[in-house]
């Protein structure tokens, strides 16, 4: 097989098998470029009540908020990916997430009661999660693999990169203004990057 | 695009490269006398004119500190900028973080059009659309041109049906 025909198939097979992430990434940066398009100016509460029980769990200044955080979730029956945070001595707030779905446990420390609401599902949420999910830092095996595919995706965007300048560069007849195009792109980023 | 996917890459292993950065501090740029109008004392407004006259103008907030100093916060892409304003001696105080290649890359990444005030970042937002909207387009030629070619549609269409149902799994195991 020569050299060009691999490289088209390169070219070629991963943007087929990556297709579903391309297109998605495409789609769901609009949401984030234009947010008032997808958000629900409704005035009904984001986060809707669940439950509020007694609970209790042994905190002190030096626990590890994500090993307590992933306790509770399983106490609760819950586990997956969470993000966790501890705004002051007295509250620890977990939410629990997947692609559709928002479940946020707020802990009150020293009252000894949990909070737990679900988000409204909204499609600005959605959209937005989606395109942002990555990261190794949850202990989920699901959510290790999504980052993996992220990782797969960058790197299948620079093997486009160079693929396609390597077949554009066979083809003559367009060559001098796909250079034109590519450097005037180069030139507009820069001036873009140092006067933002 | 490559902006695009070399900051995923970085983004995708933050907690690890982020245990061996340093943290940005804020290092001094300048420091100057600023006597601003007198019709400026809403700290919007005063911002605004502020980050003109330092021909700054662009991505910001502000806030007013405890003893009176007006602190905006300019996020440019390059560096940040923390601009201090002390009403009482009538002082301004800029400084900025020193550039880091990762967390460039994340500003980059990060960047919408979203509130632009100025028309560069009106720009910048024109340009997120035409990416979005080339990567479909992107999509839609190359499988149009992918049908053309017969020696390569079987095992393309295998691997796009493939890629779709892993990706449909995602969503459905999540």
């Known amino acids: 097989m020569q050299l060009q025909t691999i490289i088209r198939r390169t070219h070629l097979y991963l943007a087929m098998f990556l297709a579903p992430w391309f297109v998605m990434y495409g789609l769901t940066s609009i949401a984030?470029?234009?947010p008032a398009l997808?958000?629900?100016?409704?005035?009904?509460?984001?986060w809707i009540f669940r439950a509020r029980e007694s609970y209790s769990f042994p905190i002190n200044e030096n626990s590890e908020l994500r090993e307590v955080a992933a306790a509770i979730l399983k106490d609760?029956?819950?586990e997956g990916s969470f993000h966790v945070q501890r705004p002051d001595r007295n509250t620890l707030i977990v939410t629990r997430f997947d692609f559709f779905h928002r479940t946020r446990l707020t802990f009150k420390i020293d009252q000894k009661t949990l909070l737990i609401e679900d988000r409204k599902v909204q499609l600005q949420n959605i959209l937005t999660g989606m395109h942002g999910r990555g990261g190794f830092q949850q202990d989920v095996w699901l959510h290790d693999l999504w980052a993996v595919f992220v990782d797969l995706v960058a790197v299948a965007?620079?093997?486009w990169i160079a693929t396609g300048i390597f077949l554009w560069l066979q083809i003559s007849s367009i060559r001098k203004w796909g250079g034109i195009v590519l450097v005037a792109g180069f030139l507009t980023f820069l001036v873009l990057v140092i006067t933002l | 695009m490559l902006a695009y996917a070399l900051s995923t890459l970085t983004m995708n292993h933050r907690e690890f490269l982020a245990s061996h950065l340093k943290a940005e501090s804020f290092q001094l740029e300048m420091k100057r006398p600023y006597k601003p109008d007198a019709h400026d004392q809403e700290p919007g407004a005063l911002a605004l004119r502020i980050l003109d006259d330092l021909n700054m103008k662009g991505e910001h907030q502000v806030r007013v500190r405890r003893d009176n100093r007006v602190v905006i916060m300019r996020y440019g892409l390059v560096f940040h900028r923390r601009i201090t304003f002390d009403r009482q001696d009538q002082i301004l105080l800029v400084e900025k973080t020193p550039f880091q290649l990762l967390a460039f890359l994340e500003r980059v990444h990060r960047r919408t059009g979203s509130g632009a005030i100025s028309p560069w970042e009106t720009l910048w937002g024109l340009i997120v659309d035409a990416v979005a909207v080339a990567i479909v387009v992107?999509?839609?030629?190359?499988?149009?041109m992918f049908l053309q070619i017969k020696s390569t549609r079987i095992a393309g269409l295998l691997l796009l049906l493939t890629g779709s149902l892993i990706f449909a799994g995602f969503l459905w195991l999540s």
Do not use: C, Q, R
Not at chain 1, 38 to 46: K, L
Not at chain 2, 138 to 144: E, K, L, Q, S, V
């Open chain 1, 76 to 78: 609760k029956n819950i």
């Open chain 1, 157 to 159: 965007i620079l093997v």
């Open chain 2, 138 to 144: 992107w999509f839609a030629t190359g499988f149009w």
């Open chain 1, 38 to 46: 997808f958000t629900d100016n409704s005035s009904e509460p984001v």
């Open chain 1, 32 to 34: 984030f470029n234009h």
